[in-house]
């Protein structure tokens, strides 16, 4: 039973608790590329090691260097002259020996030329420290392959992540304050003969305080509806006259005084949530009115095939509804009937599935595909998560560096932010650009400080030109300027150490297919400590 | 070497502060772990670590210093070797113990430069926090639970200090409520717990498990407890000597424990009417007679074995296994050691078996929904879930609190909050300026003040110093002496002094409403003026309240819609896991922010919380969470298998 617990479950006991054992199960089955072992790389990959992905490959071309030695916890004094890929797989891989690393001893510009197709394999390619040139070539090879890539950056500082991934989708996204699906303003026929096998008047003075809040609200429903034409409570005057409406129904002692009755104080208490009417968000909506939910195709992905039948389902069976979600809250009751209750649901949630079910194995025939090729498990935890499907898309990195299609928008808009991170990302874009025309980054030399400014000053001027953004904060940047120029493209430990968990984070998010991973930039500012996020 | 990168970014005065700095990092945990890497990276080169734990496995999914042969090690000690074997260069010093040993005083604190707090409950912190406003340190407080992280600057007389901001105290159950009328699993866990405790491990008066006679329900009617009385004659298994006494006398026979615990005591309870006049009564247990218990029923949920909920059959099955196991492990330790105590020790499988078992029997017979034995872990160990990437992040934001410090430049400092992801405002972060210290801090005020209502003629000496004194108001050893001209001394902290007043109630030193009592903590440097009020009327089962303080019922809100969901009576479907850090965090504390009310105090950046919702919950296990600045890490646990608080 459920006395032997493995070694896998007792030591990742306190992460399964955030993303289950199928979610551990998926980061067993990723392997994931890093590009480049600096600093802010190897925390990262720190962070995917301890909670066990299946596997990583490290590719760097660069030799350990001292400085590297000097803030980077994943080399050693002895590992100077080594490749950086080799010296860091080999102390990261002891970490935990759940893990395959692998590393490849070349630069990944290397290896864009001679196989492309090498970075194809991953579930997720991340790279550290690019140049804008390496960065967007490899951006547009893994947007083709599909393959996400998670652009990283420690530049002084700041810190950066840019996420590219033309389509993810969430099945799991773990909203919070999510309402419940109890279907109350239209109870399907089986909650309604439940609701019916109830006497509330009838029923001795213990099964009337332990009947479930659901059922009072059911019942006085009822009785609204035959009084307001079938109209649920709407404002805040009618929700009062109807929570009055189930205080009255308390029951009485002999002197007339009011019993306590915790249950029918619980309904009082939901009577707002649960009056919510039943609906499909505009979300969701979406969703089944896209292009993927359209055509279905052999090639089309589980997720969008679920989806349609789910489509399917509301259209044709489901009278307009997702398929019922089948949990209902904890409340006051006793185990009986609260566990008559949740079963009314829970099987109304299974028989849903088992439709939708159908649905996904004539969609599959349709197109050729063998029908137990999505399993039950994953139809029902899909339709269980129908309400809270998300799709995140990003754009291309080409989009955003391309002059026609540059988001100045977002850009102009939040140039207006008080934080300034915004000046933050056009900093780096502008050091990139020097980078591109002289080979280093400023500050690099500290002799050389002074010139560099005016030189990142050209670079700043050229990009906002360039790109016709038409901003006016100059005392900002400006200020930047001379910030930048003294970071000298350093990597600080502590600023790696924060990149190293956010990024790790992200990654797990899409390696998990859970919670809903950012869009698109992330700017971290470390003197200030803030951050944003702005699509891009 | 190590310093090259910072002095890019960094002044170079700083960068030299550092290597002479001396640092106190206390708590070698998760955060700890990053804590100590970070520092040693940045440049500091002076540190000293403390930490009283060893290292479990479920540590090494985050506290990468340790490997699995560390397992059952002194986290301090093997985290200092781990971090010399990548810097041989640094100085550490570590020490495996507790930073509340009186060893650890002001002289010690007045040693560092700056303290950084990785720790994982509210005393340890409660204790730091006076003794770096003692020595006039500069401390780092963090913590985080889950995706959630919060990091704040403590300095004396220009932050608010740890205490300045009343916490909900911790949960505590009345003994009637877990031995006579439990009404929510949670009742029944720490029966369960407490059960572990009386049969297996250390015999604590405090946490009996039979059927309380003397439940203020029932005291004044002597008819009852003569009905009871007969029915303990007729029954001499409820004859109470011990309970483990009599378990041994069976030969900790499961059927026999069964049918007393979960047959005869209720039976007995039953006789009890006055309690199931407005309650639904329990109902008696019957060992299931053909063991036709083979497989186990009602299987709910899938995916881990761990996540299901069995039927009545399969926990009967459960509970005899374990009682087995756990007294042949008893019978395997001898005489001498034969006892071991439920220390939250959630990870001991057989241990943690027994408590599902027991816990499960006992809902079922009150009325409730079973729950899974990952729920229960939960629950029973306040377990709080816990990831490398969160602490790295908070490890990072510390360190950079600790630059601006060591620069000079404290009033830059901020209360950072991490939230699980960016709010509707799309900040992941949420800054805020420190608030300056509250006036009326009972801790850092300067002449600390606090009125407590209590019924003197009720109150023992003994409670007024393990209740009052130290659990509630943090102290270690106090000394108290009666403001009544003559200085009488009613608590030393010398062993042997005063003892004989322990059981004495305070009415007996002539303490009554508007007494004045002086109460000094000489370890932390710390007196406090204690006012008390004479009071007839306290709540059932309050022996006193602080005036002023938070009111407890805020913090533990029955169910509110968020909660319920986590604190589901067991039956959510497991296939969801237990997620989000709230569920087992709950059980700890949990403050009702309103968020609206929150407007960074001065701040140039124009930063405020995340207030898209009315109330919002806030737990606080390794730390409070993001959405308000005035939740300050009450209770924080850090992350962490110590993050386990027993509730009692």
């Not at chain 1, 032997?4 to 392997?31: I, M, P, S, V």
């Not at chain 1, 991340?126 to 393959?147: D, F, H, K, M, Y």
């Not at chain 2, 986290?75 to 009186?102: G, R, W």
């Not at chain 2, 300095?155 to 901001?165: D, F, R």
């Amino acid at each position: 039973m459920a006395a032997t617990k493995t070694a896998k479950e007792q030591k990742y006991d306190r992460q399964l608790r955030l993303w289950g054992d199928h979610g551990q199960e998926e980061l067993e089955n990723a392997h994931v590329c890093l590009i480049n072992s600096t600093a802010s790389g190897t925390e990262i990959l720190k962070n995917l090691v301890l909670p066990g992905i299946g596997a990583f490959t490290i590719v760097d071309g660069h030799k350990v260097s001292g400085e590297d030695v000097g803030n980077n916890f994943f080399l050693s004094n002895n590992s100077i002259g080594r490749n950086r890929a080799q010296a860091a797989t080999e102390l990261l891989q002891e970490l935990n020996t759940d893990v395959s690393g692998n590393f490849v001893e070349e630069s990944p510009d290397k290896l864009l030329d001679n196989d492309p197709e090498f970075f194809h394999r991953f579930t997720l390619v991340i790279g550290v420290q690019l140049p804008e040139s390496t960065c967007l070539r490899l951006g547009s090879v893994l947007w083709n392959a599909n393959v996400p890539f998670l652009v990283c950056r420690t530049y002084g500082l700041v810190g950066y992540m840019r996420l590219v991934v033309k389509e993810h989708t969430v099945i799991e996204s773990h909203p919070d304050n999510a309402l419940e699906d109890l279907r109350l303003d239209q109870p399907f026929a089986e909650l309604k003969s439940h609701i019916q096998s109830y006497d509330l008047e009838g029923m001795g003075k213990k099964d009337h305080g332990h009947t479930p809040w659901i059922i009072i609200v059911a019942k006085y429903l009822e009785k609204w509806f035959s009084e307001h034409n079938f109209q649920l409570p709407k404002n805040y005057k009618e929700k009062e006259a109807f929570k009055q409406l189930i205080r009255q129904g308390i029951l009485k002692n002999e002197k007339g005084t009011p019993e306590v009755e915790e249950n029918f104080e619980e309904a009082i208490k939901n009577v707002n949530t649960a009056l919510n009417p039943t609906k499909i968000s505009s979300g969701v909506d979406d969703l089944f009115n896209g292009e993927q939910c359209n055509a279905i195709t052999s090639q089309t992905p589980a997720f969008w095939v679920m989806t349609r039948a789910v489509r399917e389902f509301v259209q044709n069976d489901g009278g307009g509804n997702l398929p019922v979600r089948g949990s209902i809250p904890d409340m006051i009751a006793d185990s009986e009937k609260f566990i008559n209750l949740q079963n009314v649901y829970r099987e109304k949630a299974m028989q849903d599935a088992s439709v939708v079910s159908k649905h996904v194995e004539s969609l599959l025939q349709s197109v050729g595909k063998p029908s137990g090729s999505i399993s039950e498990q994953d139809i029902k935890l899909f339709c269980k998560n129908a309400a809270f499907l998300r799709v995140v898309r990003c754009r291309s990195l080409a989009e955003e560096y391309s002059v026609e299609t540059v988001n100045k928008d977002a850009i102009t808009c939040s140039m207006d932010g008080a934080d300034g991170e915004m000046v933050l990302y056009l900093m780096l874009r502008s050091v990139d650009r020097f980078y591109q025309q002289h080979s280093r980054y400023p500050g690099v030399y500290n002799y050389q400080v002074e010139e560099d400014i005016s030189k990142l000053k050209l670079c700043v001027n050229s990009l906002l030109q360039e790109y016709g953004l038409n901003v006016s904060v100059k005392d900002d940047y400006i200020h930047e300027l001379y910030v930048f120029c003294r970071y000298g493209a350093a990597e600080p430990h502590t600023v790696a150490s924060f990149l190293g968990g956010s990024a790790a984070q992200e990654a797990i998010k899409l390696i998990t297919r859970q919670f809903v991973p950012f869009n698109n930039t992330f700017v971290y500012n470390a003197m200030s400590q803030t951050t944003a996020t702005f699509q891009l | 070497m190590v310093t090259l990168q910072l002095v890019g970014s960094l002044r170079k005065e700083l960068a030299d502060s550092l290597s002479t700095c001396r640092l106190l990092v206390v708590g070698a945990g998760g955060i700890g772990c990053e804590l100590l890497k970070n520092v040693v990276l940045t440049g500091f080169k002076n540190i000293e670590v403390i930490d009283l734990d060893i290292i479990d496995v479920s540590n090494l999914n985050r506290q990468f210093l340790f490997q699995k042969k560390h397992v059952g090690k002194s986290k301090a000690q093997v985290a200092k070797e781990s971090v010399l074997q990548f810097c041989p260069t640094a100085n550490i010093t570590a020490y495996h113990d507790s930073i509340m040993n009186p060893d650890y005083n002001v002289e010690f604190f007045r040693n560092f430069m700056l303290v950084m707090n990785a720790l994982d409950n509210r005393a340890a912190r409660n204790h730091v926090n006076r003794m770096c406003l003692a020595a006039d340190i500069p401390l780092i407080e963090s913590g985080t639970a889950g995706y959630l992280g919060q990091v704040t600057v403590i300095k004396k007389g220009l932050t608010e200090c740890y205490e300045c901001q009343p916490k909900p105290t911790q949960k505590t159950f009345p003994g009637c409520t877990i031995r006579n009328t439990p009404s929510e699993p949670i009742h029944c866990i720490v029966w369960a717990k407490y059960l572990f405790n009386q049969l297996f491990g250390e015999e604590d008066a405090d946490q009996e498990v039979s059927p309380d006679t003397a439940d203020p329900e029932l005291s004044w009617n002597p008819a009852d407890t003569e009905t009871r009385a007969t029915a303990s004659d007729q029954d001499g298994d409820i004859k109470r000597v011990s309970t483990k006494a009599w378990a041994r006398s069976t030969g900790y026979d499961p059927v026999k424990l069964f049918n007393k615990l979960f047959k005869d005591d209720i039976q007995y309870l039953l006789t009890m009417d006055k309690l199931w006049k407005k309650r639904k009564a329990p109902l008696p247990l019957d060992w299931p007679e053909h063991q036709k218990l083979t497989c186990p029923q009602g299987v709910t949920g899938m995916g881990l074995k761990d996540q299901r909920v069995f039927g009545v059959a399969g926990y009967c099955q459960l509970f005899s296994r374990s009682v087995e196991t756990l007294h042949s492990m008893l019978a395997d330790k001898g005489d001498g050691a034969e006892e071991w105590i439920w220390m939250g020790n959630c990870d001991d499988p057989p241990a943690m078996d027994f408590v599902t078992a027991a816990a499960n029997l006992r809902m079922y017979i009150f009325s409730m929904n079973m729950k899974s034995r990952f729920d229960i872990k939960s629950m029973a160990g306040n377990i709080i879930p816990a990831i490398a990437t969160t602490n790295a992040v908070i490890a990072g934001l510390i360190v950079l609190e600790a630059l601006k410090i060591l620069s000079g430049d404290v009033e830059q400092c901020r209360t950072i909050f991490l939230n699980k992801q960016p709010n509707p405002r799309k900040k992941l972060l949420v800054p805020c300026a420190l608030d300056p210290p509250s006036a009326n801090c009972y801790v850092c005020a300067s002449k600390p003040e606090v009125t407590v209502k209590l019924n003197v003629h009720k109150t023992l000496v003994l409670a007024l110093q393990d209740k009052i004194l130290k659990e509630k108001f943090g102290m270690v050893a106090p000394d108290v002496q009666i403001e009544d001209g003559k200085g009488t001394i009613l608590i030393s902290s010398e062993e042997g002094e005063t003892e004989a007043n322990n059981c004495k109630f305070l009415s007996d030193f002539a303490i009554r409403n508007g007494s004045r009592l002086q109460v000094d903590d000489f370890l932390q440097d710390y007196t406090l003026l204690v006012n008390v009020i004479h009071c007839e009327n306290l709540e059932k089962d309050v022996e006193f309240e602080v005036v002023g303080d938070a009111p407890d019922k805020a913090p533990a809100p029955t169910r509110s819609q968020e909660e319920g969901k986590n604190v589901a009576n067991g039956n959510k479907e497991s296939s969801e896991p237990s997620t989000s850090s709230e569920a087992p965090a709950e059980q700890n504390d949990i403050l009702l922010v309103d968020s609206d009310e929150e407007v960074p105090s001065s701040s140039t950046m124009a930063v405020s919380m995340e207030s898209g919702g009315h109330k919002r919950k806030l737990h606080d296990a390794e730390t409070g969470e993001a959405s308000a600045k005035r939740q300050h890490l009450s209770q924080p646990s850090a992350d962490d298998d110590n993050d386990i608080i027993a509730l009692d």
